[in-house]
């Protein structure tokens, strides 16, 4: 693989990290779209993804939005410009008529210039705002994103590490909530969660 992490030691990364991985299978996988690590559970695949969210081909890409689904930084800043104007007005249209997005829920716009059939928009919670709910709030918007995925008949989906990065939750809380929402939901194919090479930075230091 292409980057610093080799598949067979991944493993003992996640462990050092304090992760569960009991009964998945860790294996090197070829991607055109960047450099992989397969995770193989009973029911679900997931990818573990070192690359550009914005440049993934799945069905479905997950946008990690604030409430006011303001596209201006991180992630949300990224997949808006690369997928054009349209994103961000509608998105502004759907605040105007519900208002803001609790913490937990997805909304869906169009993906615009992107790969993407769809863009779902998941509202994680923030760092320190939260009374220490992060972890089982995070849980809950990587399900609502997975379930309103299924309902729309979508069954590969790129997400990011929600809640990481200006949010302000450790990666590593916000990797675990993710792969227990994944691990207890089994309908979708395919889930790259990008970036990688951040837990390898932590993992060095």
Partial sequence: LPFPVLAQDLPELLQLHGFDFSGVIFHPVTSSSGPMVGLEGPKNKVLVCHGDITKQDADALVNAANEDLDHCGGVAAALSKAGGPEIQ????????????????????????????????????????KTGGRERSLLEKTVKSALQLAEIMGLTSIAMPCISSGIFGVPVVVCSEAIVTAVKEFDTILSVPLVPLHQLYRNYKK
Avoid: R
């Fill in 89 to 128: 007005e509608e998105s502004k249209t759907l605040v105007e008529y519900y208002g803001k997005i609790p913490t937990g829920d997805v909304v869906v716009t169009t993906g615009g210039n992107l790969k993407c059939k769809k863009l779902l928009h998941a509202v994680g919670p923030v760092g320190g």
